[in-house]
């Protein structure tokens, strides 16, 4: 069946530093990888996604990768901020799925000022 | 605001009642789905619709069942609540082959 697997759980990083989170995938047939944001109490909510036909999609501070080949896509924060500390979740889904979300467990990410 | 709502916000029931959840959409998408939320395990999938009167199990469907008789309603029912299914709830609503959009949640505590 479907697996994510998300590494690291919590990453606790400097205002102003870089944050990376990756997650890795089992099933070659996965075609689309969401990242979404949950602030404490809030809703997820997407933030940025990559489909099976790109390696690299960017958006302000922020940047996805995909690797097919090793099955790895990863979210690339630059210039963290107080406000980027949530929890970040990646999500993989199969187009055969039924549009299927296959969520990892979460990293919290907290900025420190 | 974003085109789904959930209710109620907040449930306290007790061991042994049936509970239900409804999720309302007004984007006329085709897909919503219902997952829970537990420390340490992320966002589960209970069940999901991909059209009226179409659904199916997720991974932690057990003692949960669905009802989707309108495009813009899907409700989820416990039949007879029990601890382990105090949780935050969220529906969410997708087109096809596309992220999704979450509702506010439901956060249900069983005593």
């Known amino acids: 069946g479907e697996n994510v697997e998300q590494h690291p759980s919590t990453l606790s990083v400097q205002e102003g530093d870089s944050a990376v989170i990756k997650c890795t995938y089992s099933?070659?047939?996965?075609?689309?990888f969401p990242w979404y944001k949950q602030e404490l109490g809030k809703r997820p909510q997407l933030i940025i996604d990559?489909?099976?036909?790109?390696g690299e999609k960017k958006d302000q501070r922020i940047a996805v990768t995909l690797n097919k080949t090793a099955k790895h896509f990863s979210l690339h924060i630059t210039e963290t901020q107080p406000e980027d500390s949530a929890v970040y979740f990646c999500?993989?889904?199969?187009?055969?799925?039924?549009?299927?979300?296959?969520f990892g467990e979460g990293t919290q990410l907290t900025v420190n000022p | 605001d974003a085109g789904i709502t959930q209710s109620p916000r907040h449930k306290v029931t007790e061991t042994g009642t049936p509970v239900t959840l409804r999720c309302h959409q007004t984007?006329?998408?085709?897909?919503m789905y219902w997952y829970r939320q537990d420390p340490g395990h992320g966002l589960r999938l209970i069940h999901y619709?991909?059209?009226?009167?179409?659904?199916d199990k997720g991974e932690v469907s057990d003692g949960y069942s669905v009802s989707r008789s309108k495009t813009e309603d899907f409700l989820l029912t416990l039949e007879s609540a029990t601890s382990s299914q105090t949780s935050v709830y969220f529906c969410?609503?997708?087109?096809?082959?596309?992220?999704?959009?979450f509702g506010s949640g439901t956060r249900l505590t069983v005593v």
């Open positions: 969410a609503i997708s087109g096809q082959g596309s992220g999704y959009t």
């Open positions: 099933d070659s047939a996965s075609n689309y």
């Open positions: 990559i489909r099976s036909n790109v």
């Open positions: 999500a993989e889904m199969r187009e055969t799925s039924g549009s299927r979300l296959t």
């Open positions: 984007e006329n998408h085709r897909y």
């Open positions: 619709s991909y059209g009226v009167k179409d659904t």
